[in-house]
């Protein structure tokens, strides 16, 4: 194919023209055979549960690299791609490279996207499927979280023990698809439908069930995760769990599936594990702990990813799921592109390298070694990208262009060659907050060393959270921050590296089956609205049921 007939190919167009390997083969690589995971289909597997405990028990073998950005454009920057793209290269380079990033979620993909499996020939197959329902996980996560909303109002209808406060239950309903209506609710209206009540949905992947399974170690972990999740108040004005509801068990039995860790490949055929998906700027965003941990007692090197900028899925992968991996990455590789530093200086591309050195500095609190992948884009000069790279590197870390989306693996050894030699050198990691710290601590530290802003001010609401958990013993858990992805603070106009700025905390939500506090800023939405011009109006299927339309 030209040069040009590739670039005007859509990532659906270059995925269904790229040959698949069987399932077997890709799991071969891993060592893995047919007694180890159950097939959907051909090219998709997933992990049997034994074996993946099995694994889960292994020290670990492989190298860890998180893969983070710069503060993205609406479209995004190419972080999934890059990682896959990346995946390759290490394997072009002769090593045993695997892939652990996220499912994508029905909403954006209805929505903005379109899709959210890479791209060009970065990317990860079959991505109809992948992008489509692929194994059930979301919809078993949705249902497990809508069991624990229904069990609220029968309880409350049958005004059964333990008696739950009325004025203070908070646990929405949920499902997969961007829906603004349903931000705000009343359930219970007719006879005998009630109490009527207020209530709402979030999407599935801002869901505590989603992060709980991403966070967990085992189905029986997943089980107690879920038993803890707090759904409000008893009369007695203590906290309201799942446990007391008596559901945990039914909630876990629907997802006994969804934690086993699905494996598909790459579009060069190197082997992926894509499971679990949360949200960067409302959840923690990053895919399963059990899928990662289990990759890396596989091969010599994995590839993850946090959603948006370092600022939030990269952040929380450092300072949240390291935590319950025990160990943080050995490498960091910051992407960067010019389309979004043009962005972030208003059309001037030094200007908003400011940005990109901000993201630099939060990352170098962490210890490993941070390279910056300038990813590639059609309409880049030579210039321009080797202006952003000259940026990077005159902050003190390694640099490299990378061309993931037109030339796969191929475009992107060097950057595997950089990283391949970074994790040689031992490093000491670290988070940016201690556990013991206040809360006020932990706050403070990430809004100065991650955001570059100089404080925060709580609103009334978020005081009243914040007495509330500390009475109840939750003030001691992580922070998991609910943020535009367009700002490194909470105003997405303020563009590039604010500096010096306030941040307003409007609210403190409890995610206790997770583990960590969700402190919202910002007019963030946890259920997000379809626009006036959805990717939806361009996806279709035909009459032999071959989709087209998704990125």
């Not at 906290?239 to 860790?261: F, H, I």
């Not at 013991?436 to 709580?458: M, R």
């Not at 206790?512 to 626009?531: H, Y």
Request: glycine share 10%; aromatic share 6%; net charge negative.
């Amino acid at each position: 194919m030209s040069w040009k007939t590739d670039l005007q190919m859509t990532n659906l167009e270059i995925a269904q023209r790229s040959p698949m390997r069987p399932i077997e083969e890709i799991a071969g690589k891993l060592n893995l055979t047919s007694e180890d995971y159950s097939q959907h289909g051909p090219y998709i597997a997933k992990l049997k549960l034994s074996r993946t405990l099995e694994l889960l028990q292994r020290p670990k073998k492989g190298k860890l690299v998180l893969v983070t950005a710069v503060t993205p454009t609406p479209p995004g920057e190419g972080k999934t791609t890059v990682s896959v793209g990346l995946t390759q290269g290490l394997t072009k380079i002769g090593k045993k490279a695997i892939a652990a990033i996220r499912e994508p979620a029905l909403g954006p993909i209805f929505g903005v996207k379109g899709g959210a499996c890479g791209g060009g020939y970065s990317q990860v197959l079959p991505m109809e499927e992948i992008n489509l329902f692929f194994t059930g996980d979301f919809p078993a996560i949705t249902a497990a979280h809508n069991l624990l909303s229904a069990a609220i109002d029968a309880n409350l209808h049958h005004e059964l023990d333990p008696h739950l406060d009325l004025r203070n239950v908070w646990w929405p309903r949920t499902v997969d698809m961007v829906d603004r209506a349903l931000r705000e609710i009343i359930v219970g209206l007719g006879n005998l439908n009630g109490p009527v009540r207020p209530s709402g949905f979030v999407i599935t992947p801002a869901s505590e069930v989603m992060a709980s399974l991403c966070l967990s170690t085992s189905l029986e972990n997943l089980k107690e995760r879920l038993g803890r999740i707090v759904i409000g108040e008893k009369m007695d004005e203590n906290p309201a769990t799942c446990a007391d509801l008596r559901v945990a068990g039914s909630m876990a039995s629907l997802m006994r599936e969804a934690v086993r860790p699905n494996l598909v490949q790459t579009i060069e055929g190197c082997p992926a594990f894509v499971h679990g998906g949360p949200f960067g700027n409302i959840a923690h965003g990053c895919s399963s702990l059990i899928a990662t941990k289990t990759a890396l007692a596989l091969g010599d090197f994995v590839v993850t990813e946090g959603g948006f900028g370092s600022d939030l899925g990269g952040e929380k992968f450092l300072n949240i799921v390291s935590r319950s991996l025990g160990y943080g990455p050995d490498a960091i590789v910051l992407v960067a592109t010019v389309r979004a530093l043009k962005f972030h200086g208003s059309g001037d591309l030094a200007l908003g390298c400011a940005n990109l050195k901000q993201h630099i500095s939060h990352l170098l609190n962490y210890g490993p070694p941070v390279i910056v992948g300038v990813n590639r884009f059609k309409d880049d000069t030579a210039e321009e990208l080797e202006f952003v790279a000259n940026a990077a590197r005159a902050e003190g870390v390694q640099a490299v262009i990378c061309d993931p989306w037109m030339s796969g693996g191929d475009g992107c050894t060097e950057l595997g060659f950089l990283v391949a030699s970074a994790v040689e050198e031992e490093c000491t990691f670290k988070q940016i907050y201690d556990l013991e710290d206040t809360f006020e601590e932990k706050l403070g530290k990430l809004i100065t060393k991650v955001y570059g802003g100089a404080d925060f001010k709580l609103t009334v609401k978020a005081k009243r959270s914040l007495r509330w958990l500390r009475e109840k013993g939750f003030d001691h858990l992580p922070i998991c921050m609910a943020k535009t992805q367009s700002s490194l603070s909470e105003d997405p106009k303020k563009l590039g590296a604010p500096k010096d700025f306030t941040m307003t905390v409007k609210n403190i939500n409890l995610s206790a089956g997770a583990g960590f506090l969700v402190v919202v800023c910002g007019d963030i939405m946890l259920m997000p609205g379809m626009g006036a011009a959805p990717a939806a109006f361009n996806i279709d299927v035909n009459a032999e049921g071959v989709i087209s339309g998704l990125n």
